[in-house]
């Protein structure tokens, strides 16, 4: 890990199973087993995979919506260049 086990054991860590569990940052439900923190170790390889595979899917949104406004824009410009070339053969 990149922290040492007695970092997570400070006050401002430690987090408590009670009532006010899903207000507490991080957490958006109540907890689907009771157990104890004290018995819970993250793994950090599967959460790195989690947060790549989020920033990912982020990514391939944003390149699938900058190709759809490239096609956009490339049909745009290819009939304003039509229109230039049809007004510079009138002239």
């Known amino acids: 890990m990149s922290r040492c086990y007695s970092y997570f054991l400070t006050t401002d860590m430690v987090r408590v199973v009670n009532a006010s569990w ?3 940052p991080g957490c ?3 907890p689907l ?3 104890s923190l004290d018995n819970v170790i993250l793994d950090e390889l599967h959460l790195m995979l989690r947060v790549t595979d ?3 899917e ?3 949104h944003d390149v ?4 759809e406004v490239n096609k956009i824009m490339s049909k745009l410009l290819v009939e ?4 230039i070339t049809m007004l510079k053969a009138l002239i």
Do not use: M
């Open 80 to 83: 304003y260049n039509y229109s």
């Open 54 to 56: 989020r920033l990912e």
């Open 28 to 30: 958006h439900s109540d």
């Open 58 to 60: 982020g990514l391939i």
């Open 22 to 24: 899903s207000k507490q």
């Open 33 to 35: 087993f009771a157990i």
């Open 64 to 67: 699938l919506k900058w190709d």
